[in-house]
């Protein structure tokens, strides 16, 4: 499994650019999945939910499944937080993992980059960042760099980087 981020500051685009090159590796025949990082506590139950309530009782672990879907929440409790490399195998293989955020982990990533926001880039503290996504194509750098509404092209860029070529002529056949 492929596995390719894309990293930036909170604001920057990160999510709005993933809900538009999902689809694109979608159309060209390759399965995706995503695993993203939150830095807040979140929580994808309700209280009064079942669920809910069997994590609140203190079940490590509870999955909730139904015709459409199924989620499994863990509850960490008093764990360390786990890192990237340990969340990947709960995954089912797929083409291609994206992920969002995680952007001190050493996987490959695209840079999303707003000047706007007045932040550093961070590819000039991170090697594994190779390419750059932005609206100022007018950027100081060595690193390719993709507009950032060019969806198409961070498409290309995407499957070019994780050596996914031949499963897409696969998916074509």
Same mark, same amino acid.
Not at 108 to 118: C, D, I, Q, S
């Given at each position: 499994? @492929?596995?390719?981020?894309?990293? *930036?500051?909170? !604001? =920057?685009?990160?999510?709005?650019?993933? @809900?538009? $090159?999902? %689809? +694109?590796?979608? &159309?060209?025949?390759?399965? $995706?999945?995503?695993?993203?990082?939150?830095?807040?506590?979140?929580?994808?139950?309700?209280? *009064?939910?079942?669920?809910?309530?069997?994590?609140? #009782?203190?079940? =490590?672990?509870?999955?909730?499944?139904?015709?459409?879907?199924?989620?499994?929440?863990?509850?960490?409790?008093?764990?360390?937080?786990?890192?990237?490399?340990?969340?990947? /195998?709960?995954?089912? %293989?797929?083409?291609?993992?994206?992920?969002? !955020?995680?952007?001190?982990? =050493?996987?490959? &990533?695209?840079? $999303?980059?707003? /000047?706007?926001? !007045?932040?550093?880039?961070?590819?000039?503290?991170? %090697?594994? $960042?190779?390419?750059?996504?932005?609206?100022?194509?007018?950027?100081?750098? =060595?690193? %390719?760099?993709?507009?950032?509404?060019?969806?198409? #092209?961070?498409?290309?860029?995407?499957?070019?980087?994780?050596?996914?070529?031949?499963?897409?002529? @696969? +998916?074509?056949?």
């Amino acid at each position: 499994m @492929k596995v390719f981020g894309l990293a *930036g500051w909170s !604001g =920057s685009g990160k999510t709005t650019l993933l @809900k538009q $090159v999902i %689809p +694109a590796l979608v &159309k060209r025949g390759l399965k $995706v999945s995503t695993l993203k990082h939150a830095h807040h506590k979140f929580d994808v139950d309700k209280p *009064g939910k079942d669920s809910y309530e069997h994590r609140e #009782a203190g079940a =490590s672990e509870v999955m909730i499944s139904s015709g459409n879907r199924w989620a499994l929440m863990h509850e960490l409790r008093d764990e360390k937080e786990p890192t990237l490399e340990e969340l990947i /195998p709960h995954m089912t %293989p797929v083409d291609i993992l994206l992920i969002e !955020g995680f952007k001190r982990e =050493s996987h490959k &990533k695209l840079e $999303v980059f707003r /000047p706007a926001l !007045g932040k550093r880039m961070l590819h000039k503290d991170d %090697p594994n $960042v190779i390419g750059i996504a932005t609206d100022d194509e007018a950027i100081d750098t =060595s690193l %390719p760099i993709i507009n950032l509404n060019d969806i198409e #092209a961070i498409a290309d860029f995407i499957c070019l980087s994780c050596d996914l070529h031949d499963k897409i002529r @696969k +998916a074509a056949d």
